[in-house]
T-cell receptor, first 111, second 114 residues
Framework: GESVGLHLPTLSVQEGDNSIINCAYS??????FIWYKQESGKGPQFIID?????DKRQGQRVTVLLNKTVKHLSLQIAATQPGDSAVYFC??????????FGTGTRLLVSP | NAGVMQNPRHLVRRRGQEARLRCSPM?????VYWYRQLPEEGLKFMVY????????ESGMPKERFSAEFPKEGPSILRIQQVVRGDSAAYFC????????????FGAGTRLSVL
């Protein structure tokens, strides 16, 4: 069935460290994955996406890795800053339709 | 270019009243999605609409909830006879025709049922 899960509910890092947020999915038919950042009281903000025909994609300070063999997705944030503190969600999308969200990982960045 | 606009940002209703949540998609976007988020949880899909059409309402409760996206004007999520369990944040997202997978979210409407 469809499910997208997060390994850890909270991740605490020091400013300047690299952060890695993990996500597992169960549906082999999933073909599109998205990472969102949600700050308190705000809507989810698109970070980066990746399609199932790719295994890595890079953006500004962020990298998403997709391992289809073990159905695992990760978000890497380089040189984490206090402004990166938020809840991060991975979501799965099939085609043009609904996103299936995980429960989220709260990233706490201390100075 | 304005983002997805939702109003009101906060809505307080008493049990049994109706709640109407509005969403104006980004300019040029023809697809609208509604999601519900309970505290400390992820977003749950409710409904996917295009202009004048409901494409997927598999996440909508069978009763009391309805959604529309008319030819003119914003998309409306309507909750009749609200109950305390309806208290949540409701988010709207939109996507353009040419790239339907990336959904851009509004700031949400926080509904509190007293």
């Amino acid at each position: 069935g469809e499910s997208v899960g997060l390994h850890l509910p909270t991740l605490s890092v020091q400013e300047g460290d690299n952060s890695i947020i993990n996500c597992a999915y169960s549906n082999s038919a999933s073909d599109y994955f998205i990472w969102y950042k949600q700050e308190s009281g705000k809507g989810p903000q698109f970070i980066i996406d990746i399609r199932s025909n790719m295994d890595k994609r890079q953006g500004q300070r962020v990298t998403v890795l997709l391992n289809k063999t073990v159905k695992h997705l990760s978000l890497q944030i380089a040189a984490t800053q206090p402004g990166d503190s938020a809840v991060y969600f991975c979501a799965d999308s099939k085609g043009f339709q609904k996103l299936v969200f995980g429960t989220g990982t709260r990233l706490l960045v201390s100075p | 270019n304005a983002g997805v606009m939702q109003n009101p940002r906060h809505l307080v209703r008493r049990r049994g009243q109706e709640a109407r949540l509005r969403c104006s998609p980004m300019k040029g976007h023809s697809h609208v999605y509604w999601y519900r988020q309970l505290p400390e949880e992820g977003l749950k899909f409710m409904v996917y609409l295009q202009k004048e059409n409901i494409i997927d309402e598999s996440g909508m409760p069978k009763e009391r909830f309805s959604a529309e996206f008319p030819k003119e004007g914003p998309s409306i999520l309507r909750i009749q006879q609200v109950v305390r369990g309806d208290s949540a944040a409701y988010f709207c997202a939109s996507s353009p025709w040419t790239d339907q997978d990336i959904q851009y979210f509004g700031a949400g409407t926080r509904l509190s049922v007293l």
